[in-house]
């Protein structure tokens, strides 16, 4: 067992009380109110990001928050009503809920640990992450934009099997915040930014986003994701087996797009990112996302993005 797991199975003084009594003993006093909201200042003291162990021994009530909140089943589980549902998390579940979401926990046994996240910039939510996501997948965007379970309960479960990269830089964010040493502040901010980002890559596999595999539409659009630069009409009628003027009457009911508009925002969205993210030149990144005709990418990109790709470059240095 390690120092980080035997410092989380100590019992707090708040614990101890629940545990004695076997009642809810209120951490805030905001939570004697009729379904109360935590705000922020509750929180934040010059910190980005604020991280508990969830009280054991009695359950939480009914409430919500004023920001984003990240629940983590570090060991054993954790049964909680949102939005007035029955869920059931177990070790390695990651729970994302936006502000307002409503939810309480039901009592946790000894050898349950739940970390509870919390963020104080109020720009990072659900929407947030998924427009990263979107960014780089027109599947995506389509099944985002089709579940519209997702859409109204506004929170998002990433399970174990799906989590594993997101659980690694969490347990070293969680080192450095339980049991601090030098720079351990600056440490967790840094792994702060790279564990969102890996929250992002992570979404496709949310609950309520079934990629339905066998409906052409889905697989057409995987196609683009993964062959965006070289692949035509033709090439992909072939590779699915069905006819091209079938599938382009497919794209254009499904998406409102044709089979070119599709391909060209892909492209687009990938040299967006390119530019952001690289020193590539402009005409490279033109290339390597498969263009050939400079004036029609520029025309495209500044359709898509209302900038030139030299003001997007601009915005980044």
Known sequence: MSDLENYLLQLTEHEEQQKKTGHFIPD???LNQQQ????????????DIY??????????PKHSHQFLEINYVYKGQCQQMINGQSYLFQRGDILIMDAGTSHSISRLDEEDLVINILFKNNDISIEWLTQMQGSQSILYQFLLNSSSKTQQNNFLVIR????KNAQAILYQMMWEYFLPQDFSQAIVTHYLSIFLLELARSLPTIEGLNEQPNDPFIQVLSLIDKHYDTLTLSEASELLFFNKNYLSNLIKKKSQKTFTELINQKKITKAHLLIESTQLSIEDIMIAVGYSNKTYFYKN??????????QTRKKET
Request: aromatic residues 20%; hydrophobic residues 30%.
């Open 28 to 30: 805030f006093s905001i």
């Open 36 to 47: 109360p909201q935590l705000p922020n200042e509750l929180f934040f003291q010059n910190k």
């Open 51 to 60: 991280m508990s162990k969830h009280s054991r021994f009695a359950p939480y």
């Open 301 to 310: 990109y500044q359709a898509f993005y209302k900038e030139t790709p030299a």
């Open 160 to 163: 174990s099997e799906h989590s």
